[in-house]
């Protein structure tokens, strides 16, 4: 009878002594999310940062408050048709001012633009009709073609209506500047005779003698014949034995001048 052989099993190794806990088994350190939370609260902001917040919150806050004062779409979403009317005749007025003003200003600049030229124009016209208004009220000098008319008088017979005659026809035919014996005559003017025989003529209160020189400033071809048409100046003086001499000429100068004298009681009307 055979033997049963029976194989034994190896033991297991014996179990390592255990160690004595320690401080790390006892007390788990922090993890990383209490870290990074530790590290965010509470929050170290300097003065640089605080201020960046500030500005950020009312920049925030304004942007709000227009968006909610415009309304948008939305605020027209539910007017009237009256409404959007008025609405849109409004833009269209308002659109019509700021055309208007575009094109005022655009007239402005243009002006501005050419004002340099505009003024020196404008000097230019003053000028001219400063030296006019000057030739006609007396005050400047001119000088042109036109005729001398001399009157002798050697019998002492020439009155003052006969000189008056004088003027008011060379006047009449175009005379722009006229002077007696050095006397600038204007529209002012006034011829005045003596009370006694032989007193003579003045002529704005100045004595004049004969010869009676006029120096006129016109067109010859009108001037002369108005003296000398029948019954006219020319006639009446040789009437009264007065001798007259006509004279044409292209430079005829009229410098006898008139101090400007203030109207008492005329002003402009501009």
Do not use: C
């Amino acid at each position: 009878m055979s033997a049963v052989h029976e194989e034994e099993t190896p033991a297991a190794p014996a179990a390592p002594p255990a160690l004595p806990p320690g401080p790390s088994d006892t007390a788990p350190g922090p993890t990383g999310r209490e870290r990074l939370l530790r590290a965010l609260w509470p929050p170290r902001l300097g003065r640089g940062q605080l201020t960046v917040a500030a500005l950020l919150f009312f920049l925030g806050l304004a942007v709000a408050i227009q968006v909610s004062s415009t309304g948008g779409p939305s605020a027209l979403r539910g007017a009237r048709q009256e409404d959007l009317v008025r609405i849109l005749d409004e833009l269209d007025d308002r659109k019509q001012r700021l055309e208007e003003e575009r094109a005022g200003l655009e007239e402005q600049r243009s002006e501005l633009e050419s004002s340099s030229d505009r003024a020196e124009a404008a000097r230019e016209q003053n000028a001219a009709r400063e030296r006019q208004l000057g030739i006609l009220a007396g005050t400047a000098a001119a000088q042109g073609p036109g005729i001398l008319l001399t009157v002798g008088d050697p019998a002492g017979t020439v009155e003052a209506d006969m000189l008056l005659n004088a003027i008011q026809e060379l006047r009449a035919a175009g005379a722009e500047a006229i002077q007696v014996n050095g006397v600038r005559v204007v529209a002012s003017s006034y011829v005045q005779g003596g009370t006694e025989p032989g007193d003579g003529v003045s002529v704005d209160g100045r004595r004049l003698s004969a010869p009676y020189v006029f120096k006129a400033i016109g067109r010859p071809a009108d001037l002369e014949p108005a003296l000398r048409i029948p019954g006219g100046v020319v006639q009446t003086l040789e009437k009264e034995q007065a001798t007259v001499r006509i004279e044409g000429g292209d430079k005829v100068v009229v410098d006898a001048l008139r101090e400007a004298e203030r109207p008492d009681y005329a002003r402009s009307s501009s």
